[in-house]
């Protein structure tokens, strides 16, 4: 590594001791000549923007290449290649933009500059100047309020993240406005659309309730993605990526530009594959992306197909915490607390930090997804544009488990009789499926004038999921036929929802924000569940989201915004499976308070928050008849904190953003469930311990996030990228014993990106991930019961993630 930096510390020295030269740039209307002032011009690192004649100097510019963008509102923007000295001046025309942009399609769902909600926007530079193969979750990481965690330790397979603390099942995501949460769990599985990254626009995080949106309710933030947009000439991309762990990643993207005045193709097949850090957590990702557009006029219709198959070595149970601890003691403890056979203890004795439970060569998660959207949009006047999007998405998969010793009447087997010896148990292998289909359709409708901003939105949809097990051996013979299915279920889900949602103009610097949105759920259950449970489930959910707020802009550098919102959310699948009385649903008010500040140099931003929780499901300890963890409504909890977002222009050459965030994340009261077994596991007591103002689990009180850049050469940076994230307890307990410890890690990124000619960029790049070699975890989870009295045993087991490595990559863009 030191090498690495030293040669491109050299070839910074060399670069900066050519000239230094101007370049002046007017912008102007093609149609009319008239200049085009503050229009956003950006060369290299260094933004701009355009005078009332349309032009801006760029000023002690070092010989070179520069890739050159210039944007204004209501044209098509430009992006060329600038060469220092031969280009001095020069003059752009840009086109009145003549077609819808396909931003029309995700703006009823996404704030604006003067919505009163706190959000953060990511484009699609930034996106790729991470997305070196790791999964979205990651290319996010260092966004305000954003905690991200890796089940293989290294980014690529099943990664998640959090918001302000909560899981991805409290998080909204969508894509074009279309719902990409599973609609039984509510949880969002990136592993399934690898590379998403490679093909997506912008990214839109709101944190709290947000705006309005469709799909599953936001109880922690909403993160809204927008895939590849209209581009007017043709290009092709080419990326190869390797690391550290075996990493291999290989796209390749292509776009036609506009052809026959109205017609776009764009395209990407992607391949990911690791080694993963922990033992054998392999990932084999493949992916595809396609468009078809058709713009004309006030006409935009554009066809999408993305998806992707993935192959994942299981990872999902967590490293014993005596393990990371070398704790020879403790070890011994989980190998006879969990019944390891002599296999598993030897595994587990030898593993170190790296250590996977499973050994079996195929237990892995098998798992296909293919998305297809429909969107069209029409301006029907200057003021009025109506969407609407059809979508439909189909997925299908396993996972296959290995199974030591599993008693045949789990599967409704009867016992095998050897002479007169009966077996009633064996070593088995499972899959289990799911087969499913979500389809519906999206609409809104907007009308725009010089007072007010108003949206009419909404969708209705449908899920049906399929789920069903197999076995496919067993070590000894019973009467089962391979491939019988040994439970089988079907779920139904339906969720229709429509909004309003108003932007007024009260006067040049006041406007007020009116959002209110009707949700209903119907979900329905019937079959055997895997424990071989019938499964009954009917309930219906009427929800009223009302969400209000205003937005002051005090001047042109100052700002203020505050807003109130409500938003309620249906349990998930296994709330109304596992537990033994039917759940509530949740109910989330949230208040944003916030400022901001810009100007050419520095932008800084303050937000408060205060997101008052009403039967909040949590786990408590709590199982049912058949040992599944059941979540329990507490009836009072919040989370309130301050939000500092910050970016200054230090000078030419280096640049930094930075954000901070301080909250309490509390419960005010509950009952945790432990249950004594006796100290021969033949008895079965309930223990209840109350407890007051603890900790929401996974809940960090600091999360801190920093990306400063150093541009020694054009077309050359390094940056530092930081995070740190506060200690995180793995219950509701607020138990030391119990709990992540605070972990500060940093990451080195390297480019140089060379200009030509004969193509537009090729760019080399290099990512070395936890630079100092940082020993931490970023996620976990623990379980505690009594054997007797006094012998209380309590389990934490955590992810590790990999310590330093690298990923590499070589990007060519024609």
């Not at 006796?678 to 109350?690: P, R, W």
């Amino acid at each position: 590594m030191r090498i690495l930096i030293s040669s491109f510390m050299v070839l910074c020295t060399i670069t900066l001791s050519y000239g230094q030269y101007d370049l002046t740039i007017k912008v102007l209307d093609d149609s009319t000549d008239d200049p085009l002032p503050n229009a956003t011009l950006v060369l290299g690192d260094i933004i701009g923007a355009s005078n009332l004649n349309g032009e801006f100097t760029f000023t002690d510019l070092p010989k070179g290449f520069y890739p050159l963008r210039v944007s204004y509102v209501g044209y098509s923007g430009i992006e060329k290649s600038i060469r220092i000295p031969d280009t001095k001046q020069l003059s752009i025309k840009l086109e009145s933009e003549a077609f819808l942009t396909d931003e029309v399609v995700v703006s009823s769902t996404r704030a604006s500059e003067d919505t009163p909600m706190t959000y953060t926007s990511v484009d699609k530079e930034s996106i790729e100047s991470l997305n070196l193969g790791q999964d979205l979750p990651f290319i996010l990481n260092f966004t305000p309020s954003l905690v991200t965690t890796s089940d293989a330790g290294a980014g690529i397979g099943y990664t998640g993240l959090r918001i302000r603390g909560s899981d991805a099942t409290r998080i909204n995501v969508t894509i074009n406005g279309i719902p990409l949460n599973d609609s039984e769990s509510q949880g969002v599985f990136w592993v399934n659309t690898p590379d998403l990254a490679s093909s997506t626009n912008n990214i839109q995080i709101q944190r709290g309730v947000g705006t309005s949106t469709n799909g599953a309710g936001a109880f922690g933030g909403t993160v809204n993605i927008q895939t590849n947009a209209r581009k007017s000439e043709p290009y092709a991309d080419i990326v190869n990526s390797f690391g550290s762990f075996n990493t291999r990643r290989h796209t390749l993207g292509f776009g036609t530009g506009l052809f026959n005045k109205y017609w776009t193709i764009d395209g990407r097949l992607s391949k990911i594959e690791s080694d993963g850090y922990i033992d054998r957590a392999s990932s084999d990702l493949q992916s595809y992306y396609f468009a078809g557009g058709f713009y004309k006029d006030k006409t935009m219709v554009k066809a999408i197909m993305f998806g992707g198959a993935e192959r994942t070595y299981q990872s999902w149970y967590g490293t014993p915490e005596a393990v990371l601890e070398n704790d020879t003691e403790g070890i011994e403890a989980v190998i006879i607390n969990n019944g390891l056979n002599e296999l598993q203890a030897e595994n587990i004795k030898n593993s170190g930090r790296t250590f996977n439970w499973y050994l079996y060569d195929n237990q892995v998660d098998d798992y296909k997804q293919d998305h297809y959207q429909l969107h069209v949009s029409q301006e029907l006047t200057p003021n009025l544009v109506a969407n609407i999007s059809a979508h439909y998405t189909y997925g299908r998969g396993f996972f296959e488990q290995y199974r030591y010793e599993d008693d045949f009447e789990d599967y409704g087997l009867e016992p095998v009789a050897l002479g007169d010896t009966l077996i009633e148990s064996s070593d088995i292998i499972r899959r289990r499926w799911l087969d499913n289909d979500f389809y519906g359709f999206t609409y809104s409708v907007n009308y725009t004038n010089d007072k007010f901003d108003l949206t009419v939105g909404g969708a209705a949809n449908r899920y049906d999921g399929d789920h069903f097990g197999e076995l496919i051996w067993a070590q000894l013979a019973t009467n089962f036929q391979i491939e019988d299915r040994y439970y089988d279920n079907v779920g139904v889900k339906d969720d229709f929802n429509s909004f309003v949602k108003l932007n007024y103009n009260l006067n040049d610097r006041l406007s007020a924000y009116v959002d209110i949105q009707y949700r209903f759920i119907g979900y329905e259950t019937n079959g055997t569940d895997n424990d071989l449970v019938e499964i009954d489930v009917n309930e219906e959910f009427n929800f009223f989201n009302p969400k209000f707020g205003v937005f002051y802009q005090m001047s042109d550098n100052h700002s203020f915004y505050s807003s109130f919102a409500v938003a309620n959310r249906e349990p998930v699948r296994n709330d109304f499976i596992d537990s033994p009385t039917t759940p509530k649903s949740e109910r989330l008010n949230n208040l944003e308070l916030g400022y901001k500040f810009v100007n050419s140099k520095m932008q800084i931003g303050i937000n408060g928050y205060y997101m008052d929780y009403q039967d909040q499901l949590i786990l408590t300890g709590e199982l049912n008849d058949v040992g599944a963890s059941v979540r329990t409504n507490v009836e009072n909890s919040y989370r309130a904190g301050i939000e500092l977002v910050g970016g200054a222009q230090l000078s030419r050459r280096w640049n930094w953003q930075a954000n901070l965030t301080l909250s309490r994340n509390k419960i005010e009261e509950f009952n945790e469930v432990l249950y004594d077994y006796g100290q021969n596991f033949d008895e079965f007591n309930i223990i209840t311990n109350n407890y007051s103002d603890t900790d929401i689990a996974f809940s960090p009180n600091v999360i801190a996030g920093s990306q400063l850049k150093f541009t020694p050469v054009n077309n050359g940076e390094i940056t530092l990228l930081s995070k740190y994230v506060g200690e995180q307890f793995l219950d509701n307990t607020s138990n030391p014993n119990r709990k992540l410890d605070a972990y500060f890690v940093n990451d080195l990124r390297l480019s140089y990106t060379v200009l030509s000619n004969h193509f537009k960029e090729l760019t080399f790049s290099v990512l070395i991930n936890n630079v100092f070699d940082e020993l931490y975890s970023s996620n976990g989870y623990t379980f505690g019961y009594f054997a007797g009295p006094g012998s209380e045993i309590r389990e934490n087991y955590l992810y590790p993630q990999a310590t330093r490595n690298f990923l590499a990559s070589v990007t060519l863009r024609l």
